[in-house]
C-alpha cells in the first residue's frame, strides 16, 4: 500500500505519541533516568530520519521498493527497530511496537488487506505478550485512533486530488464560457454585416436602378426642352413616375426591413430574463397572451425597466429560485404580472426599487399593486390602452 505524505506525518506523529507513553511505564518499572532520556533521544533521532527519508521517497509503493533505495533504508530501520525492541523486552514498549507494526503492514501489502492484517496483528501480539490490563487498554486505544486517523487521511488525500482536479475543470469551463463568449459576439457581428450587406444590394439593385434611369431621364428632357418640349415634358413625366415608384420601394423596404414593435420589445425583456437565467442560476419565465401589437413603446419600455428593477430586488432580498413575467394583453387594457417564489415576512416596506416601479408605472397612466403571501412575491402592472 503506498504511504502519501498525509500518512507519513499521521505514524510521524503517533510513533512519538507511543514513544512518551512508553517512557511514563519505564517509570513505573523503575527504570534508570539516563537510560530513560538515552533510549528516548535514540528513538527520536531515528524516527526523524525515517520521516525525513519518508518525504524524500514520497511513500514508495510495494512494487517500487526494490528500486527506490531510500524505501529499502526506511522499511530496514522499521524492522531494525522491531528487533531492537524484542531485544530490549516489548513489555514498556508496546505502544511504540505496534505503530510501527502497522507501518510495516503498509509498506508490505495491499490497501485491502491493510486493516485486517493490523488488527490480526495486534491480537497474535496480545496473545504473546498480553502486559496489564492498563497497557491493554491503552494499546487499543492507540491502534483504533490510528487507524482511524490513517483512514481519515487518506480520506483527505483524495478529497484534496478530487478537489485539485474539479478547480481545473472549473478552470477549462470559465475558458470554454470566454471562448464561447467571444464566439457569440463574433456571430452577432457577422450577422449584422451581413443584414447591412443584404439591405445595401437590395437599395443598389432596386432604389438604385429607378433613380439612375430618372437620371437620364431628365437629363434628356433637359437637352430636348429647346427643340421639342413635348418630347421633354414626356420625358419628365417618365422620369417623375420612375421616381415615385422609387420612393414608394424606399418606404416597402423600410417596412419591411423595420422589426415588429412587439418582437423588439418582447425580446429585450426575454434577453433580461436569459441573462439571470445564466449569470446567477434564476429559473426565468416568460409568458404572454393576446395581440402584443396594441402595446406601444412607451410601455414596452416601462415593462423592460420594471423587469430589470424586480429582477434586481429578487437576486439582492428574496432569495428566490424562480421568477416569472406575464404580459396579457385585452380589449382596453394590459395586465403585467411580475412574481417571484421568495421569502416574504413581515410587513411590505417599499424601498428605493419598488417605489421607482411605482412611479414609472404612474407615468405610463397605469397602476401598481403588490403582494405578499407564503407563495412568494408579486407586482401587478394595469395600463389602459386605446
Known sequence: MGKMKETTRVFAIYKVIALAISLVFMQQYSKEAVFITGSALAFLCIFIIMYALDLKCNGWKRESLKGKWLGKVNLFLILLLEGVLLGLGIEEWQPIFIVLGIELISYLTEEHYFYGLSVAGFIVMLGIYPGSINLVLINILVLITLLITINDSKKLSFYKILNSDQREQLIHLEEQI??????????KYSAVLEERNRLSARLHDK???????????????????KKDQEKALISMQKATAHLREGVDDIRKALREERPIRSDLGSNDIQLLLDEANAKHELHTMYRTEGNLEQVNLELWQCIKENVGELLTNVLKHSKASAFTVEIKVMTAMVKVSYYDNGVCKGKLIKGLGLEAVEERTIKCNGKCFFEMNEMGFKVINIFLIS
Open 178 to 187: 470566454k471562448d464561447n463568449e467571444r464566439l457569440i459576439k463574433t456571430i
Open 207 to 225: 432604389i438604385g436602378h429607378s433613380i439612375s434611369s430618372s437620371i437620364i431621364m431628365l437629363e434628356a428632357a433637359m437637352l430636348q426642352m
